[in-house]
């Protein structure tokens, strides 16, 4: 169990919700490079938000199902700290760029979790999303909490759901190394809302006392 919970906040499409979070402490911050998703950002509006941040934030990159050149084409151009992939990817395939990745999977019925950490035994966490048919993140569905095996054999990120009315419990119940929130933060898809972020993080750290 960590000693402090580790915030991402995903989703960011502008520069002042970036420059918010990171004054409140929020550890990671995802952009996403999906364009299926809502939150969608392109390359060079991501370069220039992750441009104006200060030090210490790590920058993560989302990506669902792409090919090798399209991950490629952001890194040459968005400096990502660690990418994350919510589609099918193989492990190989999580692994040939040079940088630090996470797997998300989804909490299905029938999903063996601990199979999945296995398999995916060289992501740096394992990210636990909610089960949406056909949706790949950011449906404010929360997650089956009580399906993560205790002991669990590496890092969890949350996600799925969270929000600042439940994130307290979330920490509780799980103890993840890290929490995710996209939608749950925000006052429209992609722009976040100060007080949803700031109660958020207040949340997470009530749980850590």
Same mark, same amino acid.
């Given at each position: 169990?960590?000693?402090?919970?580790?915030?991402?906040?995903?989703?960011?499409?502008?520069?002042?919700?970036?420059?918010?979070?990171?004054?409140?402490?929020?550890?990671?911050?995802?952009?996403?490079?999906?364009?299926?998703?809502?939150?969608?950002?392109?390359?060079?509006?991501?370069?220039?938000?992750?441009?104006?941040?200060?030090?210490?934030?790590?920058?993560?990159?989302?990506?669902?199902?792409?090919?090798?050149?399209?991950?490629?084409?952001?890194?040459?151009?968005?400096?990502?700290?660690?990418?994350?992939?919510?589609?099918?990817?193989?492990?190989?395939?999580?692994?040939?760029?040079?940088?630090?990745?996470?797997?998300?999977?989804?909490?299905?019925?029938?999903?063996? $979790?601990?199979? #999945?950490?296995?398999?995916?035994?060289?992501?740096?966490?394992?990210?636990?999303?909610?089960?949406?048919?056909?949706?790949?993140?950011?449906?404010?569905?929360?997650?089956?909490?009580?399906?993560?095996?205790?002991?669990?054999?590496?890092?969890?990120? $949350?996600?799925?759901? $969270?929000?600042?009315?439940?994130?307290?419990?979330?920490?509780?119940?799980?103890?993840?190394?890290?929490?995710?929130?996209? #939608?749950?933060?925000?006052?429209?898809?992609?722009?976040?809302?100060?007080?949803?972020?700031?109660?958020?993080?207040?949340?997470?750290?009530?749980?850590?006392?």
């Amino acid at each position: 169990m960590p000693e402090r919970t580790r915030i991402k906040m995903c989703g960011i499409t502008r520069a002042e919700d970036a420059l918010e979070a990171a004054r409140l402490g929020v550890d990671a911050l995802g952009f996403i490079f999906y364009a299926g998703s809502p939150r969608h950002v392109k390359i060079e509006r991501a370069a220039s938000i992750i441009a104006a941040l200060p030090p210490f934030v790590t920058t993560v990159g989302l990506f669902v199902d792409p090919t090798e050149d399209e991950v490629r084409a952001v890194l040459s151009t968005v400096p990502l700290d660690l990418l994350q992939f919510h589609g099918s990817e193989t492990p190989a395939f999580c692994a040939r760029f040079g940088r630090p990745w996470m797997k998300a999977i989804a909490a299905a019925p029938g999903v063996d $979790l601990l199979q #999945s950490a296995g398999f995916y035994a060289g992501a740096r966490a394992l990210l636990i999303d909610a089960f949406v048919p056909g949706v790949h993140g950011g449906t404010g569905v929360q997650a089956d909490w009580h399906s993560i095996p205790k002991d669990f054999p590496m890092p969890i990120v $949350l996600a799925g759901g $969270l929000h600042p009315g439940n994130v307290a419990d979330a920490v509780r119940t799980v103890r993840p190394w890290a929490v995710d929130v996209s #939608s749950g933060v925000e006052q429209a898809k992609g722009i976040k809302a100060p007080h949803k972020m700031s109660a958020f993080v207040q949340g997470v750290r009530d749980a850590d006392a």
